[in-house]
């Protein structure tokens, strides 16, 4: 069985599951992770026995390595990305892709020159409660989808990255409302407020779709207990999906119904997408187009919060 | 004991609960009951052994009768009321207040100039598990209120009235969350759509209040199973209100606390405090005032969702 | 239309209910109540515009009352039954039917002889949770029932009856798993205390099926939040259905349903159906012979209790 | 640091968690695994790059293992922990300790005489839920717990052991009540019955301890959902402890109270608290005592369901 041989750089907390995960893939070859923090890096590669860096320029100068994930904060992803692609890496970024979106067409520019695979690491669309309902509007079960409401709230993090929640959390929910509804988002209204932090730690997000469809996103890190829930509205009933605990519940006139669904780890499933694309030289999903489509509701719905005042949606 | 004698305008399925309502009241004289359904009317009365006419002038002709409940179709209050009004009755008008911001205004000084008393039915502000959220963010249980995210949604009605979603459900949790902020409302912000109905029958609708504080309503008549529901989310913790189940939960960082609360019905408190205000020659809660905020809320709401632009909300 | 003449003997507080809700019932004139408290019973009887007595007698001998509803203390029951058999009223009697297993006999047969109709109290019978449960169950949704398990718990009245918690709570499961079960009990064990009472206030019974079906019931006054909940297991799968909120749901290998059940009192049910099946000349549900086989497993249960060995259920 | 020499006889699906925990507990070194399955013991013993046999004996016979825990099927446990004792080596027995009572007092004799360590792995002792449990009720804050009521109930199992519902499921909760109440259990009585299995696989169990405190069990293998409940009533409140998600509420005559509870995995807690007290030459818990009190009182239950007579618990 062919192999791919592949790398973590950045072992945050995030990063080490990449690397923890691809140790149990068993179509990967974790070789080395890279950490500017020594003992982390070390760490994790004593864990894994495999080799360890401190510098992501040694991870991409081995030409043994095909595939990176890239795990450091979000204002590098830029530069060690271009560097990844540039060394004929194929990559899968953290979300958010990158902090600004020229930043982000670059990357899919550079990918597709040099026939590189790019990726974007929106784990909530591996989640198995997600296919579910995917599936079950599909199906016709709710009707036309008219509605979706997220609420992403957590406790403040002890330690906040270098983005804000709506380019931390908020992301997720727009990612998958983009699935949901298969028309274009068209505007982005947003209000926004810090307590706590540097960057914006609440928001509420207004995204208007063709056709009147509407998304609605709720995020913060005030709430002491973690939610992570989707609610699909359509003209015939109605899905609650919540991420935790991986359930669905279908709502029509006649009754609420939870299937059962088999639990699995998103990370995995999104680790094993990505290696079996590249091993069948297939693009991976989601795409650098993904990435930047969420990445363009972010930017959009940061404007907003600051002019007061809703923000079009420009196509790519 | 003195009592006050009553009247019940507009019997349809909300008004014949005013009507049984009174009738349980000590210190109410029910005394007639007026609909323009004439066996809709007779019903009434005869069951609880009062008079009944098919014309509110009726009612209003008698000068025994000394406070009336308005419970007819939005489009109508304004003018029942004024004739209520310049017969000297104090009134009671169900919410909305009136179709029109012209129209309340009036009424708000109709009743001034007749020195007669002016409430507005906000039968969710005698919840019981809203006062006591009052209290516990009074008393500081969850630190500075932040953002309130009021869910209420139903399935369609079988029989609409005269005003969409906005006006009928929405103004519910706008006037809760005037109460709950203790700053006003500089600015609305509101998607909206139909897909039943000829008014509006979804909406989604951000509320701005100075300080940066938020507010957002989701309410439709598309989802099967009624939801009325409130989240306030505060600098230590989180209160969510059951309006149906008349049940709290308070969270913080230690836990989660439901402490049981006495369930009471609503509209009882409501018109108790109606009749005891008078009786004792008080204003009244919620005052024309309170029904005029609320009523320029959704009217912002309703021009933002129109023009797409966030409305400014002028002082009264 | 015919009307049947009833009144209510007995007016504590379920037996006020039954005044209530006669009053009603399109097919039933509530003509008197009667009570030894004076106070309650001219209450009642004003409320209503009826005749009202302090002695039971006064209205047994009214040769139009035509069936009578018997809520006053278990200890009363066989004495005031007897007397209203006797002069040829239809009768419900409340639960439990009558103190001792004698005593129920002895009604049964009097009724049989004088040609009335004789029915028990078991309300949670018409609770539309438990039709809807039956329903499903004779569909096979879950297969064949096996097990039944209820809790049945509360806070400790502030005035308790004249029986214990057997023959006060535990007495209603009793009577819904003889029905659920389509053989007879045939064994039954139980322990019981009582900590504030002085009658036993918890209880754990067993009751042994033929077939080795199972019904295991825990029922006290200790809890402070009122419970009330069946849990029927079959072959296939599994309903739980919660009493109070009128809600079942049904799990099998595939998810969790639950369906919507329109709520109804579950009181109006059952006095219309003794009231109409009466005015048709056909024997009211439960019947006495219910009433006495779950006494007789209260008094088999009290008598485990009392011996600590298991007791054999006796046919009649 | 010194560290704890350890090995892992049977390596099926519980028994490679036993492996796994040891790998990451810092005093312990993982030296061995063995497992009648070759490929299993190969597959363990390559994922922690350590040494793997077929045999049991030739774990024992080497003399740098200095503890083992012994996770075989149930029928094997008295002979290989009796090597194992006799060897030297401290043991943890999983549950049920042993098949016979005979077995278990021989176990601990042996224990007692070679100046071994004999635990029972009764990992539900390690819930942080259980734990908090039991500080709450030293608190007093349900007053004196006079109920317990455990459910604990699956779907069938692919692949039973060779024990049947109580042995394999009740006596976890048999453990937890022998620990909540303060006194000895003196009778038990249950029924029980097998539906698609050989053992029984459905069970009602009553516990009566001193001071009439009681517990009753309810385990089968018929539900499809998984169902891991503790319900302790008192004389002033209840807790109610979800075991799976390692959550409680607490209740009372003022309100409902769920304390946020950190999670963590029980077998690491049990493991760690094994390793630890041999580390410092403590007797870990729970003991064999512990271990041969539960599996006195399902052979009790067993004995009940059989001769459908309750069963007086013998002293040791």
Redesign the interface.
């Known amino acids: 069985m062919t192999k791919l041989n592949v790398a973590v750089i950045g072992c945050g907390s995030w990063g080490k599951n990449h690397a923890r995960v691809y140790n149990n893939i068993k179509g990967a070859n974790l070789l080395a992770v890279a950490d500017l923090n020594k003992s982390v890096a070390e760490e994790i590669g004593k864990r894994y026995n495999i080799d360890w860096y401190t510098n992501s320029d040694e991870v991409l100068d081995r030409s043994d390595i095909e595939a990176v994930s890239l795990c450091t904060p979000t204002l590098t992803h830029a530069d060690i990305a271009l560097t990844a692609i540039k060394t004929g890496k194929h990559i899968l970024v953290e979300k958010p892709m990158t902090n600004t979106l020229e930043e982000a067409k670059n990357l899919i520019k550079a990918a597709d020159v040099q026939g590189v695979y790019l990726a974007v690491g929106f784990v909530e669309r591996f989640n198995p409660a997600v296919n579910e309902t995917i599936k079950k509007i599909s199906n016709g079960e709710i009707g036309d989808v008219?509605?979706a409401?997220a609420?992403r709230?957590s406790?403040r993090p002890l330690r906040i990255g270098d983005v804000g929640v709506i380019k931390d959390l908020a992301i997720h929910d727009i990612d998958i409302v983009n699935q949901l509804f298969d028309v274009e988002a068209e505007?982005v209204?947003a209000?926004a407020?810090n307590?706590?932090h540097q960057f914006e730690d609440?928001a509420?997000i207004?995204i208007?779709f063709k056709d009147?469809r509407?998304a609605?996103i709720?995020t913060?890190w005030?709430?002491?207990?973690k939610v992570r829930r989707l609610i699909v509205?359509?003209?015939k009933?109605?899905i609650n999906v919540e991420y935790i605990t991986q359930e669905i519940t279908i709502?029509?006139?006649?009754?609420?119904?939870?299937?059962?669904i088999e639990s699995r780890e998103p990370l995995l499933l999104e680790l094993e997408g990505f290696v079996n694309s590249i091993l069948h030289d297939e693009q991976p999903q989601p795409t650098g187009l993904d990435g930047l489509k969420a990445l363009n509701i972010c930017e959009a719905a940061l404007q907003s919060a600051k002019t007061?005042?809703?923000v079009r949606i420009q196509g790519d």
Chains 1, 2, 3, 4 share one sequence.
């Open positions: 008219i509605l409401h609420r709230v406790r505007e209204f209000t407020g307590i706590a609440y509420n207004v208007r009147n509407n609605f709720e913060n005030l709430t002491p207990r509205t359509g003209t009933g109605l709502e029509n006139d006649e009754g609420i119904y939870q299937p059962f007061g005042l809703p």
